[in-house]
């Protein structure tokens, strides 16, 4: 079970990492949403024991406080 777990976020940060590689383009609202997203999904794997649906749950979760935090900062 602890093996699966290593693997599970070990899996989720290599992910993280090359989807952040391919940032260049994006605007910062893209990637604070892309960065939120891999941050949750992580957050959300270690939180539940590498649950799917915590997993799923805390990229959503994070996602969208990234989009917003993209938001509050243009309309400033």
Not at 13 to 33: E, F, K, P, Y
Not at 47 to 75: C, D, F, P, R
Request: net charge positive; with cysteine; hydrophobic share 45%.
């Amino acid at each position: 079970m602890k093996a699966m777990r290593r693997f599970i976020v070990r899996a989720a940060v290599i992910t993280m990492i090359g989807v952040l590689s391919g940032c260049a383009g994006m605007s910062t609202q893209d990637r604070n949403t892309a960065l939120g997203a891999g941050v949750g999904a992580v957050g959300g794997a270690v939180l539940t024991g590498g649950s799917t649906l915590g997993t799923v749950g805390g990229a959503a979760v994070g996602g969208v406080i990234g989009n917003q935090i993209g938001n509050s900062k243009k309309k400033k």
